[in-house]
C-alpha cells in the first residue's frame, strides 16, 4: 500500500470531493523534533500490522519477518535494524510485536509488550486495516477514534519507557495501491478473489461518478486519519513523526507483493524502510557514533541446529501422527489428528524458525515464544510443497527460550482442511 502517480491521486481527490464529516480542528501537524540519541539503542520494537510483519513480502502467505522494513534482516530491504547497526557498529535486539490483521485498537497492547521489553527504540505504522476492514463508507473508521488509540499507545510507551525514542509511519495511499494495480488483471483478479480493500479497490474498472467518488472519499478519510495521527505524535513526548513520507511514496505494481497485490513486496518494503529512515535521520533521531569508535569486526557466521520431528526435545500435546515422503527432512513429519495440538521446543539461541509441508488441507496455527504471540502459519498451498520455511522468530535474546505451536479452527478460505505439519526446527 504505497502510492502511485501522485499528481493524478491528488486530482482525482480535488475533483471528486465527497463531503465526510471529520471533527474539528484536525490539520496537518507541525513537524515533530526529536533529540539526538547519545548511545545507539541496545532493544528495538515494532508495532503495527501485517505490514511490519513483512506479510507476503517475497510472494508466499503468512509473516516474512526477514523483509519487514523495521526489524527485518534482508539485505534487500536494509531496515531501520540493520541501519542501526551499520551506524553504530551493532544492531540492536529486535522483537516485532506487531500483529496481522489487526486495528490501531492493537496498539496499547503491542505498546504494553514493548515496554515489558525494555525496548528503547519503538517504530509505530498502522491503521491501513481500520480502513481497508470497511465494505462501505459508512464502515470507514473515525478520525477520533484511530487519533486516540495511537494517542493511547504513545502514552504507555512515554510512562514505560521514558527514554525511548518512538518513530511515527503514516498510513499508506489506498488510491497509490488502487493505481498501482488497476491496470493489471492479475492484480484485479485477486483482489475480486480475496475481497482485498473492497472499500477501495471493489470493481477496480467501474469509472462511473459514484465509483471515483467512493474512491476519493477513502483517499479523503485516510489523509484525516494521517492528520490525527500526527497530531497524536506531536504531543507526545520523543516522537518522530514521517510527516506523511510512506503515505506519499510512488509506487508501482512491482512494490506489491504477488501473493495478494495488497501488502507490499520485497521492493516495497525496501521504498517504506528508506522513505522512514530519511525521516530518521532529518529528524536526528539518532547521532551519529563518536569518531573514536573502531569499525566492527565482520561477523562470524551463525551456527544452526536442526531439531528434526522426530527428536526427543519436542514435546507433543494432543494426537499427532507421522507419515513419510523423500523431500522432508529426514523423510518424514509430524501432522495433528486433533484440534488443539501443539507441540514445543526448549533451546538456546537467538533465532528459530520452522520448516514445514504446505498442503491444500493445512489451516492456520499460532506460534508464541516464550508465551508472546510472534506470528500465525498458514499453512495452505495450492499443490503440497515440501521444506517449506513458514516461520522466522525475530533476533532473541541470548539465552533459552521455548516455542509452542499450537493448532486453531482457522483456515485459508482455499484450503479443504486444519492440517498443522511440521518437518523440523532449525535454531540459530
Given at each position: 500500500?504505497?502510492?502511485?502517480?501522485?499528481?493524478?491521486?491528488?486530482?482525482?481527490?480535488?475533483?471528486?470531493?465527497?463531503?465526510?464529516?471529520?471533527?474539528?480542528?484536525?490539520?496537518?501537524?507541525?513537524?515533530?523534533?526529536?533529540?539526538?540519541?547519545?548511545?545507539?539503542?541496545?532493544?528495538?520494537?515494532?508495532?503495527?500490522?501485517?505490514?511490519?510483519?513483512?506479510?507476503?513480502?517475497?510472494?508466499?502467505?503468512?509473516?516474512?519477518?526477514?523483509?519487514?522494513?523495521?526489524?527485518?534482516?534482508?539485505?534487500?530491504?536494509?531496515?531501520?535494524?540493520?541501519?542501526?547497526?551499520?551506524?553504530?557498529?551493532?544492531?540492536?535486539?529486535?522483537?516485532?510485536?506487531?500483529?496481522?490483521?489487526?486495528?490501531?485498537?492493537?496498539?496499547?497492547?503491542?505498546?504494553?509488550?514493548?515496554?515489558?521489553?525494555?525496548?528503547?527504540?519503538?517504530?509505530?505504522?498502522?491503521?491501513?486495516?481500520?480502513?481497508?476492514?470497511?465494505?462501505?463508507?459508512?464502515?470507514?473508521?473515525?478520525?477520533?477514534?484511530?487519533?486516540?488509540?495511537?494517542?493511547?499507545?504513545?502514552?504507555?510507551?512515554?510512562?514505560?519507557?521514558?527514554?525511548?525514542?518512538?518513530?511515527?509511519?503514516?498510513?499508506?495511499?489506498?488510491?497509490?495501491?488502487?493505481?498501482?494495480?488497476?491496470?493489471?488483471?492479475?492484480?484485479?483478479?485477486?483482489?475480486?478473489?480475496?475481497?482485498?480493500?473492497?472499500?477501495?479497490?471493489?470493481?477496480?474498472?467501474?469509472?462511473?461518478?459514484?465509483?471515483?467518488?467512493?474512491?476519493?472519499?477513502?483517499?479523503?478519510?485516510?489523509?484525516?486519519?494521517?492528520?490525527?495521527?500526527?497530531?497524536?505524535?506531536?504531543?507526545?513526548?520523543?516522537?518522530?513523526?514521517?510527516?506523511?513520507?510512506?503515505?506519499?511514496?510512488?509506487?508501482?505494481?512491482?512494490?506489491?507483493?504477488?501473493?495478494?497485490?495488497?501488502?507490499?513486496?520485497?521492493?516495497?518494503?525496501?521504498?517504506?524502510?528508506?522513505?522512514?529512515?530519511?525521516?530518521?535521520?532529518?529528524?536526528?533521531?539518532?547521532?551519529?557514533?563518536?569518531?573514536?569508535?573502531?569499525?566492527?569486526?565482520?561477523?562470524?557466521?551463525?551456527?544452526?541446529?536442526?531439531?528434526?520431528?522426530?527428536?526427543?526435545?519436542?514435546?507433543?500435546?494432543?494426537?499427532?501422527?507421522?507419515?513419510?515422503?523423500?523431500g522432508d527432512n529426514g523423510g518424514s513429519v509430524s501432522y495433528l489428528k486433533t484440534m488443539g495440538a501443539r507441540y514445543s521446543l526448549q533451546f538456546g539461541g537467538t533465532r528459530v524458525s520452522i520448516e514445514s509441508r504446505t498442503t491444500p488441507s493445512s489451516g492456520?496455527?499460532?506460534?508464541?515464544?516464550?508465551?508472546?504471540?510472534?506470528?500465525?502459519?498458514?499453512?495452505?498451498?495450492?499443490?503440497?510443497?515440501?521444506?517449506?520455511?513458514?516461520?522466522?522468530?525475530?533476533?532473541?535474546?541470548?539465552?533459552?527460550?521455548?516455542?509452542?505451536?499450537?493448532?486453531?479452527?482457522?483456515?485459508?478460505?482455499?484450503?479443504?482442511?486444519?492440517?498443522?505439519?511440521?518437518?523440523?526446527?532449525?535454531?540459530?
Open positions: 500500500m504505497l502510492r502511485s502517480h501522485r499528481s493524478l491521486r491528488r486530482a482525482l481527490v480535488a475533483v471528486l470531493t465527497v463531503a465526510i464529516l471529520v471533527p474539528a480542528g484536525i490539520s496537518a501537524p507541525p513537524p515533530a523534533t526529536a533529540a539526538p540519541l547519545s548511545d545507539p539503542p541496545a532493544v528495538m520494537a515494532a508495532l503495527g500490522d501485517s505490514i511490519t510483519r513483512g506479510s507476503s513480502a517475497d510472494g508466499t502467505g503468512g509473516d516474512n519477518l526477514p523483509n519487514s522494513w523495521t526489524t527485518g534482516t534482508s539485505t534487500a530491504v536494509v531496515s531501520h535494524r540493520t541501519r542501526i547497526g551499520k551506524q553504530f557498529g551493532g544492531a540492536p535486539v529486535a522483537y516485532n510485536l506487531a500483529q496481522g490483521g489487526t486495528e490501531t485498537a492493537d496498539l496499547p497492547r503491542q505498546a504494553s509488550l514493548a515496554v515489558s521489553r525494555s525496548a528503547q527504540y519503538v517504530t509505530m505504522l498502522s491503521g491501513g486495516n481500520n480502513v481497508c476492514h470497511a465494505t462501505t463508507l459508512e464502515e470507514l473508521p473515525s478520525v477520533s477514534s484511530v487519533g486516540a488509540d495511537f494517542a493511547s499507545a504513545l502514552r504507555i510507551i512515554n510512562a514505560g519507557l521514558p527514554d525511548a525514542k518512538i518513530f511515527v509511519a503514516s498510513i499508506p495511499s489506498m488510491m497509490g495501491l488502487y493505481l498501482a494495480g488497476r491496470d493489471s488483471s492479475t492484480a484485479r483478479s485477486v483482489w475480486a478473489a480475496v475481497g482485498v480493500c473492497p472499500v477501495m479497490l471493489a470493481d477496480p474498472l467501474d469509472q462511473s461518478d459514484g465509483a471515483q467518488s467512493r474512491r476519493a472519499a477513502v483517499e479523503q478519510r485516510v489523509d484525516a486519519l494521517n492528520a490525527a495521527i500526527g497530531q497524536a505524535c506531536a504531543a507526545a513526548a520523543r516522537c518522530a513523526h514521517d510527516d506523511g513520507a510512506v503515505n506519499h511514496m510512488s509506487v508501482a505494481l512491482s512494490d506489491l507483493s504477488t501473493r495478494d497485490y495488497f501488502h507490499p513486496s520485497v521492493a516495497g518494503q525496501a521504498k517504506i524502510a528508506a522513505a522512514t529512515w530519511d525521516k530518521v535521520v532529518e529528524k536526528g533521531v539518532f547521532a551519529a557514533p563518536p569518531a573514536t569508535i573502531p569499525p566492527p569486526a565482520a561477523p562470524s557466521a551463525p551456527a544452526f541446529t536442526t531439531v528434526d520431528d522426530t527428536s526427543s526435545k519436542i514435546e507433543w500435546s494432543g494426537t499427532w501422527a507421522k507419515t513419510a515422503h523423500p492456520i496455527s499460532e506460534v508464541r515464544v516464550d508465551g508472546v504471540l510472534m506470528g500465525r502459519i498458514d499453512g495452505y498451498s495450492a499443490s503440497t510443497l515440501y521444506r517449506q520455511v513458514v516461520f522466522v522468530s525475530p533476533v532473541l535474546p541470548v539465552g533459552t527460550h521455548t516455542i509452542t505451536v499450537t493448532a486453531t479452527s482457522e483456515k485459508n478460505s482455499r484450503s479443504t482442511g486444519h492440517n498443522a505439519i511440521v518437518d523440523a526446527l532449525i535454531v540459530e
